[in-house]
């Protein structure tokens, strides 16, 4: 059975800090593309960052520069590293793996909220 437990989010004022988590089980994490999504009120998901199995990362434009994703395979974890937090940012974040070649090998998070508030 596959699972991703996502951890961290809750409340910060802009400009802060947040690191979510996504641990992995059930899959084989290495060869795997991680992505980082979120969802605002009233809008569509959109991605936020990726970092393939073959070690390339993507970042959405407006993320650049202020969040990072990382992973330890040998965690079976990745990472999104969040800083100088704006109020746009607000929204449920949710993990996604997805296998690289196989159609239908696609899994959530459960979602974690992210409020940037003062």
């Known amino acids: 059975q596959v699972q991703l437990v996502q951890s961290g989010g809750g409340l910060v004022q802009p400009g802060g800090s947040l690191r979510l988590s996504c641990a992995a089980s059930g899959i084989i994490f290495g060869i795997y593309t991680m992505t980082w999504y979120r969802q605002a009120p009233g809008k569509q998901r959109e991605l936020v960052a990726t970092f393939t199995g073959g070690g390339r990362t993507n970042y959405a434009d407006s993320v650049k520069g202020r969040f990072t994703i990382s992973r330890d395979n040998a965690k079976n974890t990745v990472y999104l590293q969040m800083n100088s937090l704006k109020p746009e940012d607000t929204a449920v974040y949710y993990c996604?793996?997805?296998?690289?070649?196989?159609?239908?090998?696609?899994?959530w998070g459960q979602g974690t909220q992210v409020t940037v508030s003062s």
């Open positions: 996604n793996a997805r296998h690289p070649r196989l159609t239908g090998e696609d899994y």
